[in-house]
């Protein structure tokens, strides 16, 4: 008896979720790529963009409202599957992308790939894997607009409880990365303090935080 493909277990935080996602000017249009593309019979997605600029919240959005299975694994990847590729840019080999491209090809599935800088250098000089990355539909994402990431503070914030004004968030944007990776790190090392009796909300303990964050977000 075959076994049905297994199930995508998300390695992400469980706040990726659609109204997780804060929508603004320099995003939007993000969201209404990657539906159209859901909609579409394109068999791939290539998603590429700086660390921390909201990959992996995409790709989580998408996998969480695929019709069919989404997965990790390229034997899992049966028919109307989505298949998920994340950190291209880090593969020692680029032929796992090609073979995921292959496999999904084959079973009638289809695949999403995301990674860091030009898509070209994910290939590595294989020119097949090239040739596909290149005729595939491309989300760009950039890095957050400042804007953008005081809402998101304030989101992040909100969520847990905590009320902060604008002003507190201006001033932690100012010094943080302004990567949402960099937002998420900051927001959850505050809970912390707070919720440790270091001090109250301040600009002080922000600073302070923030100071023992940098080298971790900056990676």
């Known amino acids: 008896m075959t076994e049905p493909p297994r199930q995508m277990s998300l390695p ?4 990726m979720t659609r109204s997780a996602f804060v929508v603004d000017g320099s995003n939007e249009d993000a969201l209404v790529f990657l539906d159209e593309w859901a909609k579409s019979s394109e068999p791939t997605l290539v998603v590429y963009g700086p660390s921390g600029s909201g990959k992996s919240h995409l790709l989580s959005i998408l996998a969480d409202e695929w019709a069919g299975p989404a997965v990790f694994d390229p034997g ?7 298949l998920i590729v994340e950190d291209a840019d880090h593969l020692e080999d680029p ?3 090609l073979r995921a491209i292959d ?7 289809r695949v999403a790939i995301a990674g860091r800088g030009d898509p070209y250098l994910w290939a590595r000089g294989l020119v097949d894997l090239e040739t ?9 994402l950039s890095d957050p607009t400042e804007a953008l990431m005081q809402r998101v ?3 992040l914030f ?11 968030c201006a001033y932690a944007c100012a010094l943080l990365p302004r990567t949402f990776k960099a937002a998420a790190r900051f927001v959850e090392a505050m809970e912390t303090e707070l919720g440790a009796g270091s001090g109250r909300l301040s600009k002080a303990l922000a600073s302070r935080v923030i100071a023992t964050l940098s080298v971790e977000v900056e990676n």
């Open 158 to 168: 909100s969520d847990r409880q905590i009320v902060v004004t604008e002003a507190f």
């Open 76 to 82: 899992d990847a049966g028919a109307g599957a989505l």
């Open 12 to 15: 992400f935080a469980p706040n």
């Open 132 to 140: 596909r990355l290149a005729a595939a539909p491309r989300l760009v």
């Open 103 to 109: 496999q999904c090809r084959r079973s009638n599935g």
């Open 95 to 97: 032929g796992v992308i």
């Open 153 to 155: 503070l304030q989101k």
